[in-house]
């Protein structure tokens, strides 16, 4: 936990550095670590986070750092602030800057084209993490690889757990931003599910409160007020939407309201043990953020994968087995 909070604190300076110079002066300050650590004879790891900002995404940099640290390697980390232009930026100068490998989260999973073309083209070993921008593993060129977890199985688990809970009634849905195919495809696990296993429940609406707890407190005060008693349950693409909807329900006397998150954060857990969510599915940072750290520098040294990519599985929380995940992420 130390280290996430220190590499938190180093992500803010970062996102302070690049705002008020522009991608460019950002992309050649955050890669000067990198030549410095290839002069010294360590593995050089250039991590492209997709937005420090997004809670589950600085878990993802804590697990590669440590791994990072375990390896005897060095990492750069960079933010893109969710924004693919400067995504493109950053990576195109820590190849210049010369890293032996590179860990990209994409900001849109629809555009990472030239991001790849310029890791190949380059021969640096490419492992895009936790993000897939591939719509068909049979696509991924040599020398990059993929490492996530199946999101349609994330969305499938929290449509089982609510369902079971409240069997009929109607379900709202909180999802990402749209450049993500995360959002798609837990969206629709939860409403292939619904419709599958639970006929007696209708989703009402969906919405996108672009991951943030607060854009999430705003829409779900909305649909209380639109659907009143209609209203039964709430799946959250991720835990930070599904807390907004614990908080926005509660301040409405509304805890009748069954909510699911997904990720099993700290806060995420916490509040499942406490018996305001009703669930949320794990999601393994270290699995995926540790592995794609572990993987790169595998495909660096020449190791041959005996994948183009690797699946990490999720898992269903609840009140039962919680305090198992707790601290995980």
């Known amino acids: 936990m130390?280290?996430?909070?220190?590499?938190?604190?180093?992500?803010?300076?970062?996102?302070?550095a690049m705002a008020g110079c522009g991608s460019g002066s950002s992309?050649?300050?955050?890669?000067?670590?990198?030549?410095?650590a290839a002069d010294d004879g360590a593995m050089a790891i250039g991590y492209s986070c997709v937005d420090m900002n997004n809670t589950f995404q600085t878990?993802?940099?804590?697990?590669?750092?440590?791994?990072?640290?375990?390896?005897?390697?060095?990492?750069?980390?960079?933010?893109?602030?969710?924004?693919?232009?400067?995504q493109q930026d950053q990576v195109k100068a820590l190849i210049q800057q010369g890293v032996d490998c590179l860990v990209v989260v994409p900001s849109d999973s629809?555009?990472?084209?030239?991001?790849?073309?310029?890791?190949?083209?380059?021969?640096?070993?490419?492992v895009y993490c936790n993000v897939n921008p591939f719509e068909d593993f049979a696509d991924i060129p040599e020398g990059v690889h993929y490492i996530g977890s199946d999101e349609t199985e994330a969305g499938t688990y929290q449509a089982e757990m609510l369902g079971e809970e409240i069997q009929s009634g109607g379900v709202a849905i909180l999802h990402g931003g749209l450049e993500?195919?995360?959002?798609?495809?837990?969206?629709?696990?939860?409403?292939?599910t619904f419709a599958a296993q639970y006929s007696d429940i209708s989703v009402l609406t969906k919405e996108d409160a672009n991951w943030q707890r607060d854009?999430?407190?705003?829409?779900?005060?909305?649909?209380?007020?639109?659907?009143?008693?209609?209203?039964?349950?709430?799946?959250?693409?991720?835990?930070e939407m599904a807390l907004g909807a614990v908080e926005a329900l509660k301040?409405?006397?509304?805890?009748?309201?069954?909510?699911?998150?997904?990720?099993?954060?700290?806060?995420?857990?916490?509040?499942?043990?406490?018996g305001e969510m009703l669930a949320t599915v794990y999601q393994d940072s270290v699995g995926q953020g540790g592995?794609?750290?572990?993987?790169?520098?595998?495909?660096?040294n020449g190791e041959a994968q005996a994948e183009t990519y690797t699946m990490i599985p999720y898992q269903k929380v609840t009140a039962e087995n919680v305090e198992d995940f707790i601290g995980l992420n």
């Open 180 to 192: 993500y195919e995360a959002t798609y495809k837990r969206t629709a696990g939860n409403e292939d």
């Open 2 to 16: 130390k280290r996430k909070i220190a590499l938190f604190a180093i992500g803010a300076m970062m996102v302070g």
């Open 27 to 36: 992309a050649s300050n955050s890669t000067a670590g990198s030549t410095a």
């Open 59 to 86: 878990y993802l940099v804590a697990a590669a750092e440590d791994k990072a640290e375990e390896l005897g390697a060095s990492i750069t980390v960079t933010d893109a602030q969710n924004d693919v232009v400067k």
């Open 251 to 274: 301040a409405a006397g509304r805890e009748d309201v069954k909510v699911v998150g997904i990720d099993a954060t700290p806060d995420g857990c916490a509040s499942v043990q406490a």
């Open 291 to 300: 592995g794609a750290v572990e993987i790169a520098v595998g495909m660096a």
């Open 110 to 126: 629809s555009a990472m084209g030239p991001i790849t073309n310029a890791a190949t083209e380059a021969g640096i070993p490419l």
């Open 215 to 239: 854009e999430a407190i705003n829409i779900v005060n909305n649909w209380i007020t639109a659907y009143g008693d209609e209203l039964t349950g709430i799946c959250a693409n991720n835990d």
